[in-house]
């Protein structure tokens, strides 16, 4: 079973900003009918990668599941007319650099981190299900922030260390509109460092003090995406799990298994969406944060 684009699905949520959508279809997989971090994860949940485009140039923010997604992405933007690209990085995890090998002749930037992380685990990611082999690597780096102009638009990149230490934020400050990548997430945050929990709720309290008017998740819902994504209260949503979580198994509390329980008031408020497969990413959370506990109740 091959990966294809055949699902992949083009979106506007702003003009000249554009969403490339794959995933959140009900018994379909791309690469394999065996478990694969393809098909049972970033597919699963629905991912998106971003362009944002002015005139012949566009900086790409991530470079999709596949070399054919990132193939996919190349080609629509050349077919409106961009001569430069400027990749830039999310963070290290499979599902957004997949792609790279796509972009090998552009720059590829990341925070320092993301280059450090994706050096040491470069065999690992090359040997994967599906592998990403060669992994093209970022040829360019920075550390906390970096501003630039796409075309005539200003850009900024902020790195917070949310779901993974090497997380970093591409915000337009013109519009308000962050590309959150996986800092951000709906239903709820996947959590891949659970010692650094702690950080996560402080870092997404520091991502409240930036003007935010419209949220583009890596993974959220296709139709608010399409209709110009998330409001700010996404932020809150997922420190408040993130809270409430760390809280329960603190106090030695059963943590409600069912996550639609455990995040109905979220749910209600709009502030996410109830989506079926995040139910295994809430035991995985569990577990994770569970496993852990003994060394943040002593360290706090």
């Known amino acids: 079973m091959p990966t294809t684009t055949e699902t ?49 140039e566009a900086l790409v923010y991530d470079t999709h599941i596949s070399l054919e997604h990132a193939k ?14 400027r990749v830039v990085l999310s963070h290290w995890h499979k599902d957004h650099v997949a792609g790279n090998g796509a972009f090998a002749d552009c720059e590829i930037l990341s925070l320092k981190l993301t280059a450090e992380r994706l050096l040491q685990n470069r065999q690992k990611i090359e040997q994967a299900d599906p592998p990403i082999s060669p992994l093209v690597m970022p040829n360019a780096t920075f550390e906390d922030s970096l501003h630039l102009t796409i075309g005539r638009r200003r850009v900024e990149l902020h790195h917070f260390a949310i779901h993974s230490a090497d997380g970093n934020v591409v915000f337009l400050p013109e519009q308000g509109l962050l590309l959150a990548g996986d800092t951000l997430e709906d239903t709820v945050t996947f959590i891949s460092e659970a010692l650094e929990i702690g950080t996560h709720v402080r870092e997404l309290e520091r991502m409240k003090t930036f003007p935010i008017a419209k949220i583009l998740p890596a993974h959220g819902d296709h139709a608010r ?76």
């Open 8 to 56: 992949l699905r083009i979106l506007e949520p702003h003009p000249a900003v554009f969403a490339y959508y794959d995933g959140r279809i009900h018994g379909k997989r791309l690469h394999s009918s065996a478990d694969n971090w393809l098909d049972d994860g970033a597919y699963a949940l629905g991912v998106a990668s971003y362009a944002i485009v002015d005139g012949t």
């Open 225 to 300: 995406i399409a209709a110009g994504g998330y409001s700010p209260t996404l932020i809150h949503a997922n420190q408040s799990y993130l809270q409430r979580l760390r809280n329960a198994l603190a106090m030695e509390e059963d943590v409600d298994s069912s996550l639609e329980r455990f995040v109905a008031p979220e749910i209600a408020s709009g502030a996410v969406l109830y989506f079926v497969p995040y139910e295994a990413v809430h035991r995985s959370n569990i577990a994770a944060v569970k496993d852990v506990m003994p060394i943040l109740s002593r360290d706090s």
């Open 72 to 85: 996919a992405i190349r080609a629509h933007l050349e077919s409106l007319g961009v001569q430069h690209i």
